[in-house]
């Protein structure tokens, strides 16, 4: 069967205390809108529609940034869940499949409990995801009749005993697409909070002989977020998880609780990480690498073999391949380091290619950016560039040359070539003890005449 995903995301966030729309505030380097649209990308839609409402435009940026295919739809005044699912019903037209409905502050729904949805509902017509709650608080209670959902009832409109209730409603539920359709239109607004609830199509399926049935799951799937507070637990609660998985597929993590993960590292079998590294998003660590302590690294892939840090910066772009050195206060972007490159001390390599085996020796600076434009630096294998040389952009160094310490680069050095670019030493031999008793004797000079 067929899945649409419709994704709530209309809301302001009030509590978020921000100028940013509550849904764009990220959790590991992610909105968490893309948490919740990856949570459900894992029953694989066909489509995806994301409700927007505050920050729409915004919202829109980050969805199609996402999946390009994904639609946004806008709910301009928020009336309630109801009414929000009810915009998404022209963007599925001619969609005949189930519908789930997700909540872009949801984000840590599992792929398990959205199957386990998807199972129930080829015997249900209506599946709710609940959760027992540990302090059922103001959430909406699942009222049962067995294993059939009766109905659910809000917070502001149960009675005592409904309010003793712990099985709690996550929001998130599943049904074809023409049936969920068909109950929202019967939704009214009579009711304490005067919206329309989503949660009332329950009751509605069952006066048309419809059934209903709860999935339940983890409370803390279903952990929303509506403060900063609650964002820094949720994204502690992410770090928690992410590097448990990783230490269970094989990564040795020394320090994991000074580990700092994205929502997308991936980190092979057998790497090794030290403490305090951050990893932005966009890394991929092969199998067998070694990412040394107070590393930050994003947007980079690093090789088996390859060795980073302690105190390395990998930005966007930067590509390291196999047993490739980069040392301490050495940070790379945009460059392409072949095989067996060592790149040990305080460098900075940007916009550049590095063929396999060469040397870059400490303090090795490539110039890359004139003020306007940013320039290409192209070296070959086994080249040799000296201490801080500074390669000035565009500019090539050929296979095996060499750069004299101290040098500034400004053109190419061919094949096999030495290059010294700085100045010529001059030694003028006791000249040095001389200048020394000529400034003692200035300084005895201006004392006498301050005294
Ligand atoms: C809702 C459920 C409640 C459940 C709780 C779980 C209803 C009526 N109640 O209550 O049973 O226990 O979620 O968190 O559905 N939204 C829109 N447009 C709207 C209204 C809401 O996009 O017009 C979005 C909000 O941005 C939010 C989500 O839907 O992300 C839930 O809305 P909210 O008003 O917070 O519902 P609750 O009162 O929490
Ligand atoms: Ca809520």
């Known amino acids: 069967m067929s899945i649409a995903l419709v994704i709530l995301a209309a809301g302001k966030g009030t509590r978020m205390e921000s100028d940013t729309p509550k849904v764009l505030h990220k959790i590991a380097?992610?909105?968490?809108?893309?948490?919740?649209?990856?949570?459900?990308?894992a029953l694989a839609p066909d489509r995806i529609v994301?409700?927007?409402?505050?920050?729409?435009?915004?919202?829109?940026?980050?969805?199609?940034?996402?999946d390009a295919e994904a639609s946004v739809v806008r709910q301009d005044e928020q009336l309630g869940t109801a009414h929000a699912v009810a915009q998404a019903r022209d963007a599925l037209h001619g969609f005949d499949g189930n519908v789930l409905v997700l909540y872009g502050d949801t984000p840590f729904i599992r792929q398990q409990t959205l199957e386990k949805m998807a199972v129930a509902r080829a015997r249900h017509n209506l599946v709710v995801l609940g959760f027992d709650a540990a302090d059922p608080g103001r959430y909406g209670r699942l009222v049962m009749q067995g294993d059939k959902l009766e109905r659910i009832v809000e917070y502001k409109d149960a009675s005592?005993?409904?309010?003793?209730?712990?099985?709690?409603?996550?929001?998130?539920?599943?049904a074809n697409s023409a049936t969920l359709f068909d109950l929202i239109a019967g939704v009214g607004n009579d009711n304490a909070a005067g919206e329309y609830y989503l949660t009332d199509i329950v009751a509605l399926a069952h006066a048309r002989g419809l059934t209903a049935t709860t999935v339940t799951c983890d409370e803390s799937e279903t952990l929303g977020i509506n403060s900063r507070p609650e964002l820094a637990r949720a994204e502690a609660l992410f770090q928690t998880r992410a590097r448990a998985a990783l230490i269970e597929d094989g990564v040795a993590i020394q320090a994991p609780e000074t580990l700092f993960l994205s929502y997308d590292t991936t980190i092979g079998r057998d790497a090794e990480i030290e403490p305090n590294v951050v990893f932005g998003p966009g890394v991929t660590v092969e199998s067998g690498a070694r990412i040394r302590a107070f590393s930050h690294l994003e947007g980079c892939h690093v090789s088996r073999g390859a060795?980073?840090?302690?105190y390395a910066r990998l930005r966007p772009g930067a590509e390291l391949a196999e047993d490739v050195h980069v040392g301490n206060f050495v940070e790379i972007k945009n460059a392409h380091l072949d095989?067996?490159?060592?790149a040990n001390h305080l460098s900075y390599i940007g916009d550049a290619d590095i063929g396999e085996g060469t040397n870059i020796g400490a303090g090795t600076i490539t110039c890359n950016y004139d003020g306007v434009f940013k320039h290409r630096t192209t070296i070959g294998a086994h080249a040799f560039i000296g201490s801080n040389t500074m390669l000035v952009a565009p500019v090539r160094v050929g296979n095996n040359a060499l750069t004299g310490s101290g040098s500034v680069i400004t053109s190419d050095v061919p094949d096999d070539a030495l290059a010294l670019g700085r100045a010529k030493q001059a030694t003028k031999d006791g000249y040095g003890r001389k200048l020394v008793e000529m400034l003692k004797a200035k300084k005895a000079r201006l004392q006498k005449e301050t005294d």
């Open 160 to 174: 005592e005993d409904e309010r003793a209730l712990t099985l709690c409603n996550s929001g998130v539920l599943m």
């Open 339 to 342: 095989t067996g490159v060592k």
């Open 50 to 66: 994301v409700v927007a409402g505050h920050g729409a435009d915004q919202v829109s940026a980050v969805v199609t940034d996402y």
């Open 307 to 310: 060795v980073v840090g302690p």
């Open 29 to 41: 380097g992610a909105p968490m809108l893309v948490h919740a649209m990856q949570a459900g990308s």
